[in-house]
């Protein structure tokens, strides 16, 4: 396969938000009980405009738990995205709840949170028969890689239709090193629309540093979590949602 570089100008269509609700959960698993629930959080998100729910079920259940899932999907008509480990443990369950969208991503029992992107490059051959059998149950498929060519050209081999693209270094970066770390998310995702591949993006997005994110057009949606949940304490979820929105429509 050879990777085009070239890009031409187009106006950019609306952005998705996916909102990642894992969070709540991890409240609720603090005290254990059933509240607050994700199950409302995914209700909140969509009537604050957002386009789709993302969730990530660990192999510690840490904030998901199995029996979320069946209820996230059934509360509201939003497409559902999960991230997953690439285990048989977690292909079995996806198999099982046909999400709209499975994203493949690193994980580690001992992180906090996901740390840096996929090596798709390197676990070639782990994936592939995943990806395949994902793609053939109508799941759709995508790789939370880091923003780089070698990572861009592996989900072209392995017939990943979608890349998320990792933006916890841009989040972090700091004076100069954060337009180094935005024109390398700006360029990975101009080459994955060439190369037939629609990128999205998150990690680390908050309102004061989503719009350089949000401005770039070919990325067709952005996931974010931790920061929405966070700032729902103070302001509540609907708001915290709503203006994101707003930012990222601005942006645009």
Known sequence: MTLQHTQKERSAPRLRLG?????????????GGNHPDPVRAAQIVAAAGGDGLT????????????????????????????????????????????????CIVPERREERTTEGGLD???QHNRLAPIV?????????????????????????RLGAPVVELHTGEYAHAEDDQVAI??????????LAVKNGIEPHAGHGLTYENVSPIA????????????????????????????RMRDLMDDAR
């Open 215 to 242: 401005a770039i057009p070919q990325l067709a949606e952005l996931n974010i979590g931790h920061y929405l949940i966070g700032e729902s304490i103070f302001v509540g979820l609907d708001a915290s949602v709503r």
């Open 55 to 102: 969730v990530h079920l660990r192999e510690d259940r840490r904030h998901i738990r199995d029996d979320d899932l069946a209820r996230v999907i059934e509360a509201t008509g939003l497409p559902l995205n999960l991230e997953m480990a690439a285990t048989d443990e977690m292909l079995e369950i996806a198999l099982r709840f046909r999400p709209h969208a499975a």
């Open 132 to 156: 395949s059998r994902l793609v053939d149950a109508g799941v759709r498929v995508s790789l939370f890689i880091a923003p780089d060519p070698v990572q861009i050209e592996a989900a072209m």
């Open 181 to 190: 770390e935005l024109r390398r998310i700006t360029d990975m995702a101009a």
């Open 120 to 122: 798709a490059a390197g």
């Open 19 to 31: 909102v990642n609700i894992d969070h709540v959960a991890t409240i609720r698993n603090a005290r």
